[in-house]
């Protein structure tokens, strides 16, 4: 159940304690009272509870043979440790005064100490003071309802992260900020004052990311007051960060509850701008889908039903395919749903990126791969640096390169009917790109080489069919047919340099050479043919692109 509290300060404006003198700890009078326990023992440690006002006659320390100066001196660290908001004291019948030690270490520790009235009734204290922290807690509600039921009106009304924040802002006095889950920031009321202070606490990295990770442990200190941040689930899902800061003075329960009641509204919006942007994307993927199959319609209807979504297609641009790299063999495996989330983010930072370029690059999410058609004027006069721009914003300040991703980049082509190869050349370019480095790589298909030919073959078929009878046997799909093409493949590769193959392949020498009367048996002299090489390495590289191709998806 949450503790409302009032500050100390405030604390002692009740009418049954005019007259309390504050002794010692001055320093600490903000700190929060949520409830008064009475003192009743010297042992009371065990007893007592955070946040609490502990009141004693004084009896407790004065009584037995113990020094009240030793006991309230030994007592004060712990108090202190429990995080209580002070001890008062009834000075005059059992105790008429506080030892100068005890006072030493409260001022030392921050701990305030009171002087408290002779004719204070401590029934007559727990009564005011409940009562006020039962009108803090109406208010607090009430405050929280009011937000709520104002937020709620904005997004029916169509508000927007930067609204929604901009009133919270101003209810709670505040700077708020709505990011990723890794503190990549969506909107928000934030000053550009406020903002340099977090930057030069190390809050907001150079990239403009908050550093989120840093406020999950608790609240950190700015100035007198402090920032934190509070997640932003829905539907079992973490969807956002909510991070709230308050330069001036530490936030309250009540803040928090408001927060907690915008969070359930951010994620309402965000809910629903997901929710938009599913279908959206969808039915963009679908039109873009049709339009590499050649069956979206003639050039005229493509163009203008593509300027609906705000594309423009009738310009020359070049095709670049983007995906996530798979799994590395020890990673820790993960759940599909996880790998969706991932990919997800992916294309949002995908997206961001290319619409902060040209707001009119069509930009869509396949299933496993993003597609952007990219424009030959935002390349300018050096394509290959503009697309290595783009590929570092969303690796790095822009949240999409949390995971390893490959890039296939096409021709430049100048029309619609010419996509559908352009799309097929970029899906070649990272197909073999990620093969010869094995990811994390950008592949233009003009820096394919012998790929480059294979794939300007019009009929797949035909290049399945030289592969075959070049190969024969050796192009079987058993684990045997498989090991000798990777044979064959390091003997081409170093030359025809037995000892140095069977090196690299942890061979004898003599097992090698058998290998290799194998190999001859099935394709012919290939040793000393050099045609039949040449055959050879092509149809090997066939076969491999062949089975490892992908298809509009």
């Not at 609204?163 to 920031?185: C, H, K, N, P, Y």
């Not at 927060?259 to 929710?275: K, M, P, S």
Request: charged share 25%; aromatic share 6%.
């Amino acid at each position: 159940m949450r503790r409302y509290f009032l500050p100390l300060r405030e604390f002692l404006t009740l009418g049954c304690l005019d007259g309390t003198i504050v002794l010692a700890g001055a320093a600490g009078l903000d700190r929060p009272v949520s409830a008064v326990n009475v003192m009743e023992v010297p042992d009371v440690l065990d007893w007592v509870k955070p946040q609490e006002l502990l009141v004693t006659t004084g009896y407790p320390l004065a009584a037995g043979d113990s020094d009240p100066a030793a006991v309230l001196t030994d007592l004060m660290p712990g108090l202190h440790a429990n995080n209580l908001a002070g001890i008062g004291v009834k000075l005059g019948r059992y105790l008429d005064s506080i030892p100068a030690e005890a006072l030493a270490v409260a001022d030392e520790l921050g701990f305030p100490v009171l002087g408290l009235p002779r004719e204070l009734a401590f029934d007559d204290l727990i009564a005011q003071a409940f009562a006020q922290l039962g009108h803090r807690h109406a208010d607090a509600l009430a405050r929280a309802d009011t937000l709520h039921t104002t937020l709620s009106q904005l997004v029916l009304h169509g508000a927007d992260l930067d609204r929604i924040s901009a009133e919270v802002a101003r209810v709670l006095g505040v700077g708020i900020v709505v990011t990723s889950t890794d503190g990549r920031e969506w909107g928000g009321a934030l000053d550009e004052e406020l903002r340099t202070r977090l930057i030069d606490l190390d809050l907001i990295d150079s990239s403009g990311r908050v550093r989120v990770e840093r406020l999950r442990a608790g609240p950190h200190p700015v100035g007198d007051g402090q920032a934190r941040v509070l997640p932003v689930p829905a539907g079992g899902t973490d969807l956002a960060r909510l991070v709230c800061v308050s330069p001036e003075r530490a936030l309250g329960y009540d803040d928090v509850q408001a927060l907690e009641r915008t969070a359930i509204i951010v994620a309402l919006l965000l809910t629903r701008q997901q929710a938009v942007a599913v279908v959206e994307n969808k039915y963009r993927g679908d039109f873009l889908r049709d339009v590499f199959l050649d069956r979206a319609g003639d050039e005229a209807f493509v163009v203008e039903h593509a300027r609906t979504f705000g594309w423009e297609l009738d310009r020359p641009m070049a095709v670049l395919c983007a995906e996530m790299d798979p799994v590395e063999p020890g990673e820790e495996p993960v759940f599909d749903n996880t790998r969706r989330q991932w990919h997800e983010r992916f294309a949002a930072a995908w997206r961001t990126v290319c619409a902060s370029w040209d707001r009119s690059i069509s930009t869509v999410d396949f299933s496993t791969e993003v597609v952007s058609l990219l424009p030959a004027s935002v390349a300018g006069d050096s394509p290959r640096d503009a697309v290595d721009q783009l590929v570092a914003s969303v690796a790095g300040d822009r949240g999409g390169g949390r995971r390893p991703f490959s890039v296939g980049v096409s021709r430049v082509v100048s029309s619609v009917p010419e996509l559908s190869t352009a799309y097929n050349q970029a899906r070649r370019a990272i197909q073999v790109g990620r093969r010869i480095s094995g990811g994390r790589c950008t592949t233009w298909f003009d820096d394919l080489g012998l790929h480059r030919l294979i794939a300007l073959v019009p009929d797949p078929r035909e290049l399945r069919e030289f592969a075959l009878d070049v190969l024969g046997e050796l192009a079987a799909d058993t684990s045997e047919a498989a090991d000798l093409r990777v044979t064959l493949q390091v003997l081409l590769d170093n030359n025809l340099n037995v000892a140095e193959a069977a090196r690299k392949q942890f061979f004898h020498y003599n097992t090698m050479r058998y290998r290799i009367s194998k190999l001859q048996a099935m394709l012919g002299p290939f040793t000393t043919d050099p045609l039949l090489r040449l055959n050879a390495a092509v149809a090997l590289q066939v076969l491999d692109l062949d089975r490892g191709s992908g298809a509009v998806r």
